[in-house]
C-alpha cells in the first residue's frame, strides 16, 4: 500500500485531508447558546431537586409492621389462589382450571380485602381487565421484567408514596415468575387447547395473556395501606428491594 497516497494517515499522522477545520462561527454560536441556557437549565434542576426533598421529607418511613401485614396479605393470596387454581387443574384439567380463573378468583381475591388493606394481582398481559396495573404497578411491572432477564428479580419491593388522597401510603409487590404448568392456558395460543381457548373468547374477547414462556414475569401480587406515623427528613430513596 502506497502510504504518500494514503486518505487518512501518513506515517502515524493525520494528513491534510483528515484535518480540514470546523468553521469557527457555529462552534462560537454553539458555545454561547450553551452558557446563556446554562444558568436556566442549573436553576430548574435545582427547584425539582428542592420539590422532590420537601415531597419526600413528608412521608413516613416504612415501618416493619406495616411491611409485615402487606407481605403476609400478598403471601397468603397468592398462596390460596395457586392451591385453587392447580387443584381444579389437578381435578378436572385445563378447562376446569381456566373455568375456575373466570368464575371464582376475582371473588376470592374479595375476600382478602381486610384490615384496611387492599390485595389483588396485576398482570403485564391482560386477561381480566380487573386486574390491569396502575401508572406505578406498571412502572414497577417494567422494571421486573428488566430485572428478570439479567436475573436480578427481586422477591419484593417496598416503597411509600401519597396516594390519590394526599395521604401516604405503603405499596408493596411480589413479582409472580410463571411456571410450566400455567402455560396450558397461558402459553403459545395455538397450544392451548381447543375448549380452552372457546371458553377464554367467550369470557375475556380482548385477551392477550398467552405466549408466555415458563420463567416468564407474570405480573405481581400487589398490596397497599394507608400509612400513619412519624414523619422523617430522611431523603434516601424510599424503593427497597430485598432478593
Not at 470546523?22 to 444558568?39: G, I, K, M, N, T
Not at 376475582?106 to 389483588?120: F, K, M, N, Y
Not at 405499596?171 to 403459545?188: N, S, W
Request: with cysteine; charged share 20%.
Amino acid at each position: 500500500m502506497d502510504l504518500e497516497r494514503a486518505p487518512g494517515y501518513l506515517e502515524g499522522q493525520p494528513t491534510r485531508q483528515a484535518m480540514k477545520p470546523y468553521p469557527a462561527v457555529p462552534l462560537l454560536a454553539a458555545a454561547f447558546a450553551l452558557a446563556a441556557w446554562l444558568p436556566i437549565v442549573l436553576v430548574l434542576g435545582m427547584g425539582c431537586a428542592r420539590e422532590a426533598r420537601q415531597e419526600r421529607a413528608s412521608l413516613p418511613e416504612p415501618d416493619s409492621a406495616s411491611v409485615a401485614r402487606a407481605r403476609a396479605a400478598a403471601g397468603t393470596l397468592a398462596g390460596d389462589l395457586q392451591a385453587q387454581l392447580l387443584g381444579a387443574l389437578d381435578r378436572g384439567g385445563p378447562l376446569a382450571a381456566a373455568a375456575y380463573c373466570a368464575d371464582s378468583a376475582q371473588a376470592l381475591t374479595a375476600r382478602h380485602q381486610a384490615d384496611g388493606i387492599a390485595v389483588r394481582r396485576v398482570g403485564t398481559r391482560l386477561r381480566n381487565p380487573a386486574n390491569a396495573p396502575d401508572s406505578l404497578e406498571r412502572a414497577l411491572l417494567a422494571a421486573f421484567k428488566i430485572a428478570r432477564a439479567i436475573g436480578t428479580l427481586p422477591a419484593e419491593t417496598v416503597l411509600v408514596v401519597l396516594g390519590a388522597d394526599g395521604t401516604p401510603e405503603l405499596r408493596y409487590l411480589k413479582p409472580i415468575v410463571i411456571q410450566e404448568r400455567c402455560l396450558t392456558c397461558h402459553g403459545a395460543r395455538a397450544a392451548i387447547p381447543e375448549p380452552v381457548r372457546r371458553l377464554i373468547a367467550e369470557r375475556y374477547p380482548a385477551d392477550s395473556a398467552t405466549g408466555y414462556r415458563a420463567g416468564d414475569l407474570r405480573g405481581a401480587v400487589t398490596a397497599r395501606l394507608p400509612l400513619e406515623g412519624r414523619l422523617t427528613d430522611d431523603i434516601a430513596p424510599i424503593p427497597r428491594h430485598e432478593p
